[in-house]
């Protein structure tokens, strides 16, 4: 059976109730006239064939600024591990750690839809663990929707989490809560395997999910696995084939330090920036510049 109407996306989507985005490349509607994306939106934008974007999101200012520029989805990742916590992988980020960066990223948009990333050990143990922690994320942190990573053992926990009224986005292919039982970050789906990938895409679709991130996939097996399923791919490192595309925004915006992997695209050099800007104020400090008498009040 599939539960893929859902019973949180409200009305069905038509073709009278454009979505919120997708009026093409550039586009960005003023706050004002925007709302809030929904999922039928997305599923409206994979019907007509337009891709779109996701990026991470962990604090007000960024979720503002990629709200007001048109982002649709915001994920709070548990990458926050490594881009806020300085953690060496995701593993080690707690539900306690995660929760207040999800609600300061709700608290922060009008209109994009914010998915929290359920951490590692969060979820798995039970679809009662799962329908919990998801729980929480919508209670407390005011989530639209949680993603969790795994593929057809993971099905039952989607499901229930699904029927418990929260929206679900699965993550398969190269899934870093794995890390140490995939051999590293590698890629997925390669060979012979590529027929587990897409049963394990249509059994999260079956099991209720409305979007699967597929993480380091070959970009023939993305490709298959998007026009098998009705409900949107989000891809990372799975090639131009998926109907969204999602970065973290460190890397995206070249805040991260050092090198990045393959699948990245750096879209502007904010290490650059604030390492020289960091420089000049210290010298302003230095050398008695700063402050001026513009910065001071009498
Ligand atoms: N900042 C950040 N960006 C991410 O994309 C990200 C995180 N953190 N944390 C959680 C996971 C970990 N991810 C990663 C991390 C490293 C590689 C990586 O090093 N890939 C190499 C090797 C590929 C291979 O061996 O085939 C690459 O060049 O792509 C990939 C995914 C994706 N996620
Ligand atoms: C890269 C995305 C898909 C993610 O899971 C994260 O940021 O944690
Ligand atoms: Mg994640």
New binding site residues.
């Given amino acids: 059976m599939s539960h893929d109407t859902g019973t949180t996306a409200g009305p069905a989507g038509t073709p009278e109730s454009p979505a919120p985005y997708g009026t093409g490349p550039g586009s960005s509607p003023g706050p004002s006239t925007r709302k809030r994306v929904r999922i039928h939106h997305l599923r409206e934008l994979k019907q007509r064939g337009e891709p779109w974007p996701m990026l991470t999101a962990y604090d007000t200012y960024s979720a503002r600024l990629f709200d007001d520029a048109g982002i649709p989805v915001l994920l709070v990742?548990?990458?926050a591990?490594?881009?806020v916590y300085g953690y060496e992988s995701?593993l080690p980020v707690t539900v306690e750690e995660m929760l207040p960066l999800v609600r300061a990223v709700t608290r922060s948009v009008t209109t994009s839809l914010v998915v929290a990333d359920l951490p590692f050990g969060s979820y798995q143990a039970s679809v009662e663990q799962a329908v919990t922690t998801s729980a929480r994320f919508m209670k407390e942190g005011r989530a639209h929707a949680v993603k969790l990573e795994g593929g057809r053992r993971l099905a039952p926990h989607v499901e229930a989490v699904t029927g418990a009224g929260v929206p679900v986005m699965g993550h398969i292919g190269?899934t870093?809560q794995s890390e140490h039982n995939l051999g590293?970050?590698?890629?997925q789906g390669r060979g012979a395997s590529g027929d587990a990938l897409i049963a394990d895409a249509l059994a999260l679709q079956d099991a209720g999910a409305f979007a699967v991130v597929m993480?380091?996939v070959p970009a023939e097996i993305a490709k298959q696995i998007t026009h098998e399923l009705h409900v949107p791919t989000v891809g990372?490192?799975a090639g131009p084939d998926c109907d969204a595309q999602v970065l973290?925004w460190?890397?995206m915006a070249g805040l991260?330090p050092g090198r990045v992997?393959?699948?990245?695209k750096q879209y502007a050099d904010l290490a650059g920036t604030l390492t020289t800007a960091a420089k000049a104020f210290a010298d302003d400090v230095r050398g008695g510049t700063f402050p001026a008498p513009e910065h001071t009040f009498h």
């Fill in positions: 990742g548990d990458s591990a490594n881009t995701s190269f870093p590293g970050y590698r890629v993480e380091m990372i490192g973290v460190q890397d991260r992997p393959r699948f990245v």
